[in-house]
């Protein structure tokens, strides 16, 4: 187990400076289609205005590096994320870059992908220990995006799957995403998904319940919705009962909606359980074990002592969140603020230890895992394990 003062932050956002940033990892052919010959368009913008202002009070944070878009420059990232020794080590998530996986033509999401992946293992994880990265797939085409896992999550820096847009747009516990977690699991890699995953005008989902947002204060305090479909599609279609040993992380959706909605799922298993007679405990129990929530948007009421409280009455709360500081997207936050809306016997947990025991770290030996059983059909784990 990790010693007490180990901090790892779940999710900094990384970006190229421009699509120009990929050249290197593409071919010619896909260098021509996709990008712009130098000196085309307008000059790079120079960003000098803060992005964040603390809610807590602190002094303004000024995330925008001399050149390039917030989260592009790796020296001035590690500055602001980790100099200060607050945090041990780092996961790059994609943030904007994320979207090109839902690329109408699936073949450019593809493409991109791959190139963002080798982009983000000669460029960054390679010049910084401390930073591990996630391999984006393209879920749109399965087959492939599993082929990716298997090359990319070759390297050890890389230690989770970053899984994108919904390319179908159907929730992920759809069985057309199944060779995504067969490989996921044969690799020790657990899954993100993003709440922003669904924001591209190429998915034909809405990024939120009843229809498109206008504002951005609309979309983010919606922006669990997302996330509860996919929870829940993931649960009751099975997805753990044929691969048992995938873990999935939940990223941009705060923490409070996983009280409701799981009372909710599991009063459904209990009415209404014909309709899924494969799985075999309450949902609430497979979520505990299969899932983990990042401290990304964690709802911050005036009324701390109450907050905490209400995060208490499910157990095993405290294995389940993990911190992330969202860095650096407005709402960043450092782990002394998270730390201070979390029951005091939680710090460990969510500063570090959950993060250490979900990840697949370089160096840490992990037990061996199953491959899942046979993808042929979910009625087969229903009859071969019955109720």
């Known amino acids: 187990m990790p010693s007490s003062d180990v901090v790892v932050d779940a999710c900094v956002y990384h970006e190229w400076t421009s699509t120009h940033d990929l050249a290197p990892y593409l071919s010619a052919g896909w ?3 996709l990008l712009k010959p130098t000196g085309v368009g307008p000059p790079a913008e120079v960003r000098t205005n803060p992005l964040y202002v603390d809610p807590f009070g602190a002094k303004d944070v000024n995330a925008y590096p001399v050149q390039g878009p917030p989260g592009s420059d790796l020296e001035f990232m590690v500055d602001q994320v980790l100099a200060d020794g607050r945090r041990n080590r ?3 998530c994609f943030d904007d870059g994320l979207l090109s996986t839902a690329y109408a033509n699936h073949y450019v999401a593809r493409v991109a992908a791959r190139a963002a992946n080798d982009w983000t293992i000669d460029q960054w994880l390679g010049r910084d220990e401390r930073l591990h990265g996630l391999a984006m797939v393209a879920s749109a085409l399965p087959d492939e995006a599993a082929a990716e896992i298997r090359r990319i999550g070759a390297n050890d820096h890389i230690v989770g799957v970053a899984l994108g847009s919904s390319g ?3 929730p992920f516990g759809h069985p057309v995403y199944h060779p995504i977690y067969q490989a996921a699991v ?8 993003q709440a922003s995953g669904e924001n591209a005008g ?4 809405s ?4 229809g498109m947002p206008v504002t951005y204060a609309e979309y983010d305090a919606l922006s669990w919705q997302p996330l509860m479909s996919h929870v829940a599609s993931m649960i009751t279609q099975g997805v753990f009962d044929l691969f048992p040993d995938l873990k999935v992380l939940l990223v941009g959706g705060g923490v409070s909606w996983v009280l409701g909605f799981l009372a909710k799922l599991d009063y459904w298993y209990k009415i209404d359980s014909q309709e899924a007679t494969w799985l ?9 074990d299969h899932f983990r ?10 009324d701390t002592d109450r907050f905490k409280d209400a995060l208490q009455t499910m157990s095993g709360m405290d294995e389940i969140l993990m911190y992330a500081s969202g860095y650096p997207n407005r709402g960043w936050e450092e782990p002394a603020a998270i730390s201070a809306r979390l029951p005091s016997d939680w710090q460990r947990n969510v500063m570090g230890r959950n993060a250490m025991e979900f990840f697949r770290w370089p160096g840490i030996a992990r037990p061996a895992r199953s491959a899942g059983v046979s993808r042929s059909s979910i009625a087969e784990v229903s009859v071969a394990s019955p109720r």
């Open 31 to 33: 260098r021509e289609l």
């Open 90 to 92: 780092a996961v790059l």
């Open 168 to 170: 179908f747009s159907k």
């Open 186 to 193: 044969e690799m020790a890699l657990p899954v993100v998904i």
């Open 202 to 205: 190429s998915v034909l989902t």
């Open 207 to 210: 990024p939120v319940a009843g």
């Open 280 to 288: 075999t405990r309450l949902p609430s129990e497979y979520f505990r």
């Open 293 to 302: 929530v990042a401290t990304v948007s964690m709802e911050a009421p005036p």
